[in-house]
């Protein structure tokens, strides 16, 4: 790698971490394989994990998955879903990208929306 790429990589690496919100990238197995300093802090190490596994502690893909949908399609796909592993609420945006040269994969960011939804609930 030129020291060009290693110092743009780096600066990459320090915007991606600098973010508040939790990002990832899921593989095609929905394997978590990158994750920013944020979602580290909320989630602990989780390189390799099923997403399904970490979020939702299910043993198999989530019977609403649109992971698919989002690996096929060049837009992007919001939904509002509560995490077991930690018990908030996150406004999820997936969109397709490429990690690792060719491959595609899932860049996925979660905004915490844990007040407006407990807002939300207490005034129904």
Same mark, same amino acid.
């Given at each position: 790698?030129?020291?060009?790429?290693?110092?743009?990589?780096?600066?990459?690496?320090?915007?991606?971490?600098?973010?508040?919100?939790?990002?990832?990238?899921?593989?095609?197995?929905?394997?978590?394989?990158?994750?920013?300093?944020?979602?580290?802090?909320?989630?602990?190490?989780?390189?390799?994990?099923?997403?399904?596994?970490?979020?939702?502690?299910?043993?198999?893909?989530?019977?609403?998955?649109?992971?698919?949908? @989002? #690996? *096929? $399609?060049?837009? %992007? &796909?919001?939904?509002?879903?509560? @995490? #077991? *592993? $930690?018990?908030? %609420? &996150?406004?999820?945006?997936?969109?397709?990208?490429?990690?690792?040269?060719?491959?595609?994969?899932?860049?996925?960011?979660?905004?915490?929306?844990?007040?407006?939804?407990?807002?939300?609930?207490?005034?129904?």
């Amino acid at each position: 790698m030129s020291i060009e790429s290693e110092i743009e990589r780096e600066h990459f690496l320090a915007v991606f971490d600098s973010m508040a919100d939790p990002v990832a990238v899921l593989s095609r197995e929905r394997q978590i394989v990158f994750t920013n300093c944020a979602f580290k802090e909320r989630f602990g190490e989780a390189k390799n994990k099923p997403c399904y596994e970490l979020f939702h502690g299910h043993d198999g893909t989530c019977k609403d998955c649109n992971n698919s949908e @989002v #690996l *096929a $399609s060049n837009e %992007a &796909f919001h939904s509002d879903e509560r @995490v #077991l *592993a $930690s018990d908030l %609420a &996150f406004e999820i945006t997936k969109s397709r990208c490429r990690y690792r040269g060719d491959e595609t994969s899932i860049l996925m960011i979660l905004h915490d929306i844990t007040e407006r939804k407990l807002a939300e609930e207490a005034r129904s």
